[in-house]
């Protein structure tokens, strides 16, 4: 390695926090240095980066949601309305107060989430049973005063890439459905991303302000914190009557709708980086990666041959729809591979005179570093058929990484020696007292009791009654 290599190489991801920032700035994801605390900006790299991502979301929504754009600026009365919503929320809204130097006589927020700018439109929409359900989504900035510690991509003031949906339904059992589908999409999301994730239903000290209850999906991170990667909300009928939404339902009854929301933001560009990356740079699946092939020629007196050659295969790739870069710069194919490593390009090419006398090529895959020969006449299935095995590889490693951190503890003192490993399961009774004692004595929180598993009997952890359902309790982001 050069002098300058080692100067732009990454800490080791052991250091995960310093690794998080530096390969931020490294991997032209972000530029952390725009002068308003918690705002941040997309390199073009990162953007692209997010594009692909959002689209997997946008794609999977799209089959039976539509997508809308609502006002960034709430009104003041339309905010108000929802006690329990303000409670949640006041503390972190910015404020919109003057139009250039006179005063509004109607204070503006900007939208830290949308429920109220959407449903006073939604109340004039729903008239009848015919129009429901409802299910509309939107990608927008949104903008949150955050107290606690920010960071890029995980905490952020304006969260530049909040996907929020808003659904309406007629009684509490589609709502609560609805919920579960919500959670069964961010699954299947995550799952393209290649993360595994937890859902679990949050405590009702934990829930959204104005929900019925909330069930979350969270992702752990290699320092052994998990992060909320998203998040779906019944809210019951709570908002329909602050907003007075109401449909004539079929015996000419007016009743009031039922609706949820979920979201997620771009924390999941934060959980795939953190989660796959390594001392190196970015690994990214190949679905979402901004480059996806890079041709590097390997170069000895005579380049025509190798560089024509090296033309070829980038044709062929792009007629197969794939994203491909011929890296024919000046620099030595090593600084190439430092630099390509570092982007998280899932294969390379590298094709040389002695390849070509093979009519093959070198292909090295990111995520574990082995090289292949393969034939340069069937290039592209061969590619084709390493992305697939890249995605499916950076899955299970990340689930296996993920159910060996998960630790059943049944004392507190076992739960505090083993919460710096990642995530513990306890029993626990179900009561408040006993869940806030829980976080306080071991200084984590409770992340929910998981879904769609049976559970067991045993001893609440805290105070020994009998438990029926465990829980997963983790250091947090
Ligand atoms: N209206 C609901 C559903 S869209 C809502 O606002 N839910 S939320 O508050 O839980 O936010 C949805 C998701 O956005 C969270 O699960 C979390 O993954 C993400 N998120 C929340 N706050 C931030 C923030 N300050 N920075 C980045 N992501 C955030
Ligand atoms: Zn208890």
């Known amino acids: 390695m050069s002098e300058q290599e080692k100067e732009a190489a990454l800490p080791s991801k052991e250091n995960f926090s310093e690794w998080y920032n530096d390969i931020l700035q490294k991997g032209e994801i972000m530029d952390v240095r725009y002068p308003v605390k918690g705002l941040y900006v997309w390199y073009p790299f990162g953007f692209n980066l997010r594009r692909n991502v959002y689209e997997i979301i946008r794609k999977l929504l799209d089959k039976d949601h539509q997508e809308t754009l609502f006002p960034l600026l709430i009104p003041e009365n339309e905010f108000m309305k929802e006690a329990e919503h303000i409670k949640g929320f006041e503390d972190e809204v910015y404020w919109v107060t003057h139009g250039g130097t006179t005063p509004l006589d109607i204070k503006l927020a900007l939208r830290p989430t949308s429920e109220t700018a959407i449903y006073p439109m939604y109340r004039l929409w729903i008239r009848s049973h015919a129009d429901l359900p409802l299910k509309l989504y939107q990608i927008v900035n949104t903008f949150r005063y955050e107290t606690k510690h920010t960071r890029p991509l995980i905490r952020l003031r304006e969260i530049t890439s909040f996907k929020e949906a808003h659904t309406v339904h007629a009684t509490w059992d589609d709502a609560a459905a609805q919920v579960d589908e919500a959670i069964r999409i961010y699954t299947e999301f995550y799952r393209r991303l290649a993360i595994p994730v937890l859902p679990s239903k949050r405590p009702d000290w934990d829930k959204f302000p104005g929900a019925d209850y909330t069930i979350a999906t969270d992702a752990l991170m290699p320092d052994g914190k998990t992060l909320q990667v998203g998040t779906a909300h019944h809210l019951g009928d709570n908002f329909a009557r602050t907003f007075d939404i109401q449909y004539e339902d079929a015996e000419g009854e007016q009743v009031y709708v039922h609706q949820t929301c979920y979201g997620i ?205 465990m829980v997963y309790v983790a250091r947090t982001y």
């Not at 570092?342 to 082995?370: C, F, Q, S, Y």
Request: charged content about 30%; glycine content about 10%.
């Open 265 to 469: 933001s771009e924390r999941s560009v934060a959980a795939l980086i953190s989660i796959h990356g390594d001392d190196k740079g970015l690994v990214m699946p190949p679905e979402v990666a901004p480059v996806q092939v890079v041709i590097i020629p390997i170069i000895f007196g005579e380049a025509g041959d190798v560089l024509r050659a090296c033309e070829k295969v980038r044709d062929a790739l792009e007629a197969e729809g794939i994203r491909v870069r011929l890296d024919a710069g000046d620099s030595r194919p090593g600084a190439k591979y430092y630099k390509w490593e570092m982007k998280g390009v899932p294969v390379r090419l590298e094709i040389g005179p002695r390849d070509l006398r093979n009519n093959a090529a070198m292909l090295v895959r990111r995520d574990t570093g082995e090289k292949q020969q393969v034939p340069l006449d069937n290039i592209g299935n061969e590619v084709l058929a390493r992305f697939s095995a890249i995605q499916d590889a950076l899955y299970e490693k990340a689930k296996k990484e993920l159910d060996r951190r998960i630790l059943d503890c049944m004392s507190l003192d076992e739960v505090k020696g083993n919460l710096s490993k990642g995530i513990v399961k306890v029993f626990w009774c179900g009561e408040k007292d006993c869940g806030l004692k829980l976080e306080e004595e071991v200084g984590a929180g409770i992340l929910g009791i998981p879904t769609g598993q049976e559970c067991c009997q045993g001893k609440c952890v805290v105070c020994g009654a009998d438990a029926d359902t």
